[in-house]
């Protein structure tokens, strides 16, 4: 088993930037495909990021491409979100999750789940 915490979230105006993180623990970080999902208010739960464990390959939803950096460190099993130029739309519950192996970009191969970190952008 694999617990995920995130944390970061908050209430910024449009135009910050936020860094989210999320510490895994129970088992190896370094092998796991990492990445986050986020959830507005009456719309299903989408792709954000993910990172592969080695060689870290990254990918990225067309909507934060260009303004999103995911990246991690295995050495802190600690996985961070760097969004910046936010936008209301932006504005959402974003839950950190893991998979066990290959890519991660629709939320039905997700292992794991944390519990979700709000991050509101007011216009």
């Known amino acids: 088993q694999v617990q995920l915490v995130e944390s970061g979230g908050g209430l910024v105006q449009a135009g910050d930037s936020l860094r989210l993180s999320c510490a895994a623990s129970?088992?190896?970080?370094?092998?796991?495909?990492m990445g986050w999902f986020r959830q507005a208010p009456g719309k299903e739960r989408e792709f954000v990021a993910a990172?592969?464990?080695?060689?870290?390959?990254?990918s990225y939803a067309d909507s934060v491409k260009g303004r999103a950096t995911i990246s991690r460190d295995n050495a802190k099993n600690t996985m961070y979100l760097q969004m910046n130029s936010l936008k209301p739309e932006d504005t959402a519950v974003y839950y950190c999750?893991?998979?066990?192996?290959?890519?991660?970009?629709?939320?039905?191969?997700?292992?794991?789940w944390g519990q979700g970190t709000q991050v509101t952008v007011s216009s």
């Open positions: 990172i592969m464990w080695s060689p870290g390959t990254t």
């Open positions: 999750a893991a998979r066990e192996w290959g890519r991660m970009e629709v939320s039905s191969l997700v292992h794991y």
């Open positions: 129970g088992r190896t970080f370094s092998s796991l495909t």
